[in-house]
């Protein structure tokens, strides 16, 4: 079965960076799609980046563009988002989420599997 084990999360200063990982594992994922989304309390999930396996084509928010990098080493089956000049908004809960039908999408309900979350604060 498809397992993903988010990591990374913490607390952080406004400004500040912090890296998320996410480790694939029970398939082989080359025709995937993954994605990174966020939750905060009474809000909706929100999609942030997502990127297919072969690393030919991402996506990202608005909202996060040009401050998070997405991406992926198949050699370790692994996803990252870098996030940088984190803000006090991007306090959430933070998942990643795999596609089998393997293209980038910004709509939760185009992703099969999700990860547990992992806790991102940043401090004003």
């Known amino acids: 079965q498809v397992q993903l084990v988010e990591s990374g999360g913490g607390l952080v200063q406004a400004g500040g960076s912090l890296r998320l990982s996410c480790a694939a594992s029970?398939?082989?994922?080359?025709?995937?799609?993954m994605g990174w989304f966020r939750q905060a309390p009474g809000k909706a999930r929100e999609f942030l980046a997502a990127?297919?396996?072969?690393?030919?084509?991402?996506s990202y928010a608005d909202s996060v563009k040009g401050r998070f990098t997405i991406s992926r080493d198949g050699a370790k089956n692994t996803v990252y988002l870098q996030m940088n000049r984190l803000k006090p908004e991007d306090t959430a809960v933070y998942y990643c989420?795999?596609?089998?039908?393997?293209?980038?999408?910004?709509?939760?309900?185009?992703?099969?599997?999700w990860g547990q979350g992992t806790q991102v604060t940043v401090s004003s």
């Open positions: 989420a795999a596609g089998r039908r393997g293209f980038v999408s910004t709509t939760p309900d185009q992703y099969d599997y």
């Open positions: 990127i297919t396996w072969s690393g030919g084509s991402t």
């Open positions: 029970g398939r082989t994922f080359g025709a995937y799609a």
